[in-house]
């Protein structure tokens, strides 16, 4: 099991961040992805595996300041 | 009992970051002067627009001007103690945390999407272990009490993540400079830690 916002997600094997993302339907277009406190840069989402019992922060970016 | 001496002369020490002077950096700013910040240091490109009015730290008699050279007069009418860097430029990515290196905590007061996000990556990467205010969720009016403080290690992210974009919404002042000083006060919290 990973934890994603909060929520026990079942883990999958050999899953990447762009994969687990579409899975839990985050589709905004911007997000700031962090694994067990480490960043996970945007170049990185679709090759970086989702390690089994890690816990996903994603923040989705909106425009406005 | 809070020790309040203690407690200004910790802020008197510290340094703050923002990048951005729009809604949420000018009114950040005025709060971290008001409360007796010693240092700021303080980025953005733009000159001033009479529709930046409805939400930002700027006068009538302002528009036209750089907002860094605008907030540094209005920051000295309201406490000339505070020690005013500014830097007149935009945020290139590859050097976007060039200015704040030396700061104890960073506002990110950015608009764009796209650029808070580049923004808060390159932070957390290239400066690590500093501490990091964002905003994401600004827009609009009303909805209060879906705000809230996300935190993921260094990152503290001011969040409403049912908001629009303000390409869809409004900016308006009242939920702006709530957000904006939501961020000065997580600020206070970070640099006061246990010294309270």
Same mark, same amino acid.
């Given at each position: 099991m990973i934890t994603v916002n909060g929520k026990q997600v079942e883990h999958v094997?050999?899953?990447?961040?762009?994969?687990?993302? !579409?899975?839990?339907?985050? +589709?905004?277009?911007?997000?700031?992805? *962090? $694994?067990?406190?480490?960043?996970?840069?945007? !170049?990185?989402?679709?090759? +970086?595996?989702?390690?089994d019992?890690? *816990? $996903?922060?994603?923040?989705?970016?909106?425009?406005?300041? | 009992m809070v020790n309040k001496e203690k407690i200004r002369e910790k802020?008197?020490?510290?340094?703050?970051?923002?990048?951005?002077l729009g809604g949420l950096g000018s009114n950040a700013a005025v709060?971290?002067?008001?409360?007796?910040?010693?240092?700021?240091?303080?980025?953005?490109?733009?000159?001033?627009?009479?529709?930046?009015l409805d939400r930002q730290y700027y006068f009538l008699d302002q528009v036209g001007k750089p907002k860094t050279s605008a907030i540094r007069e209005n920051l000295e009418r309201i406490n000339p103690s505070v020690d005013v860097m500014v830097f007149n430029k935009k945020l290139e990515k590859g050097?976007?945390?060039?200015?704040?290196?030396?700061?104890?905590?960073?506002?990110?007061?950015?608009?764009?999407?796209?650029?808070?996000?580049?923004?808060?990556?390159?932070?957390?990467?290239g400066l690590p272990g500093k501490p990091v205010v964002g905003a994401s969720g600004v827009a609009g009016y009303g909805n209060s009490d879906r705000i809230n403080t996300k935190r993921m290690g260094n990152l503290y992210m001011v969040y409403d993540e049912h908001a629009r974009s303000s390409d869809e919404?409004?900016?308006?002042?009242?939920?702006?400079?709530?957000?904006?000083?939501?961020?000065?006060?997580?600020?206070?919290?970070?640099l006061l830690g246990e010294n309270k």
């Open positions: 094997e050999n899953e990447t961040v762009a994969e687990l993302l !579409k899975r839990m339907k985050y +589709t905004f277009p911007l997000v700031v992805v *962090k $694994i067990n406190d480490k960043l996970i840069p945007r !170049k990185d989402y679709s090759e +970086t595996m989702i390690p019992d890690s *816990k $996903i922060s994603v923040i989705h970016m909106i425009s406005g300041g | 802020l008197k020490n510290s340094s703050v970051g923002i990048a951005g709060s971290l002067a008001r409360a007796g910040i010693g240092h700021l240091v303080l980025v953005d490109f733009d000159n001033i627009e009479h529709s930046n050097s976007m945390s060039d200015p704040f290196k030396d700061v104890d905590v960073i506002i990110e007061a950015l608009d764009n999407a796209e650029v808070k996000t580049g923004f808060i990556e390159e932070i957390l990467l919404d409004v900016l308006m002042a009242p939920r702006v400079t709530l957000i904006a000083n939501w961020q000065a006060n997580i600020a206070l919290e970070i």
